[in-house]
């Protein structure tokens, strides 16, 4: 019986033995298989990494500025495929080495250096300028002007500085030749001016001369002529000294509203009586070209601020203009309104000829010339509505044509309320 139980004992141990390695394997393998997956998945994570890294290499390369990564040390930690295009050096040659030393002009390292200092210190994102302008030197010495955004991202405790910059040197070099073509025409426009104004001087004194000697000539201040015909003669090179005189100040005054040299001498006057003589100054014209001259709905208007010889000749121009155009047995009508906003219309219609939108075109070129049987009916330079829109222009007004070939042709100057309103309020405080 003893040797029975010892038996039974050997069998039960040999059982817990068995049973002992069966979980061990059970549980190799169960370690195997976490172990397994655990591996998998860090193989699928490292890949994804891995493609993650490439996506935003694929980025920083294709992007269209140069980009930098840059350490605390200010030393070069990542450089994409357009800062290699920009300033020539590859990747390789540059990383770990001093962003500032690499790229930036002499004048501008310490600037970058003391703006990452302060960052550093307080952790405010407005120690780093937003985008400015600096000096960088290529591989090959040579340097170029660029735009940096600099901006700042932690990870892990750990600070990187991000600097995006474009090449901006073709921009500077046309805004540069911009700026020197401006001055260029800026010196222009004055030494025109300058001629101008002293030819202005040398034709004028000898014309006064002449329309001077010649009118006392015609009008036989000194004494009788006998020879009607000297009379004659005296009055045609009165009238045209007159003439070349009137030319030479239109080109002028038109030069200086073109340089913005014309200035005005704006004061309140009555708009009815102004229109009224001009339309009386061109009545005899008119009656020489049998064209009527028609004046209406000019009553009742406010006064306007302005210049009155050159709000004159504006009106002067443009009925020379139409009674020109106009032929015999039409008609003339200057007349005013009101726009929808106040602003004061005083128009010029005639029953003449017309243009074609490309003639009015040439009609506002100074010196431009509509070529019919009627142009030349009066002496003229082409200066008439050139002149009349820059002097609208000069009292913050404009001038607006519209004609109809065969139809006839309406020129609308408008001033704006503000010059009507301004009198308005000075006649109440007077």
């Known amino acids: 019986m003893t040797t029975s139980l010892l038996t039974g004992e050997v069998a039960f141990s040999i059982l817990l033995l068995v049973a002992a390695a069966v979980l061990c394997v059970v549980a190799v393998i ?60 590859s990747r390789l040659e540059v990383i770990g080495r001093s962003f500032a030393s690499v790229i930036l002009a002499e004048a501008d390292r310490a600037t970058l250096r003391s703006q990452i200092r302060t960052y550093l210190d307080t952790g405010s994102a407005d120690a780093l300028d937003k985008r400015h302008e600096l000096w960088a030197t290529r591989n090959d010495g040579s340097e170029i002007t660029v735009e940096m955004t600099l901006t700042a991202a932690s990870l892990h405790g750990e600070v990187t500085f991000h600097a995006f910059l474009h090449n901006i040197s073709a921009h500077k070099a046309a805004e540069h030749e911009l700026m020197v073509a401006k001055e260029m025409a800026e010196s222009s426009n004055r030494a025109k001016s300058q001629f101008l104004a002293h030819m202005s001087h040398e034709l004028r004194t000898p014309l006064n001369a002449i329309i001077g000697f010649s009118e006392i000539i015609r009008d036989r201040v000194l004494g009788p002529i006998d020879d009607s015909i000297y009379r004659n003669y005296a009055g045609d090179i009165h009238s045209s000294g007159q003439h070349l005189l009137e ?34 100054t061109m009545r005899e014209l008119a009656r020489k070209a049998n064209v009527e001259i028609e004046v209406t709905d000019i009553e009742g208007l406010p006064p306007l601020v302005g210049e009155e010889r050159r709000i004159r000749q504006i009106v002067i121009n443009l009925l020379s203009n139409a009674v020109k155009f106009t032929p015999a ?19 010029v219609e005639d029953t003449g000829i017309g243009m074609t939108p490309k003639q009015v075109e040439v009609a506002l070129t100074p010196f431009g010339q509509i070529e019919n049987h009627l142009s030349r009916r009066f002496e003229g330079a082409g200066l008439g509505l050139p002149l009349a829109k820059r002097f609208a222009e000069i009292h913050d007004g404009t001038l607006v044509v519209d004609s109809t070939p065969n139809a006839g042709t309406r020129v609308t100057v408008s001033f704006p309320r503000s010059r009507l309103r301004m009198v308005r309020l000075l006649a109440k405080t007077a």
Request: glycine share 6%; net charge negative.
């Open 30 to 89: 169960l370690l195997c298989l976490v172990l397994h997956r655990r591996s998998a998945a860090l193989t699928r994570e490292a890949q994804a990494l891995r493609q993650s890294e490439r996506y935003l290499r694929d980025i920083l390369d294709n992007a269209r500025d140069a980009y930098v990564a840059i350490d605390t040390h200010g030393c070069i930690v990542e450089w994409n495929a357009e800062a290699t295009r920009v300033f020539g050096w």
């Open 247 to 280: 030319v030479i100040n239109d080109i002028l005054d038109l030069s200086k509203a073109e340089g913005g040299y014309l200035e005005i001498d704006a004061r309140p006057f009555y708009v009815p009586d102004m229109l009224t003589r001009c339309a009386d």
């Open 329 to 347: 047995g039409g008609r003339v009508t200057l007349r005013t309104a009101f726009s929808a906003e106040g602003d004061l219309q005083i128009m």
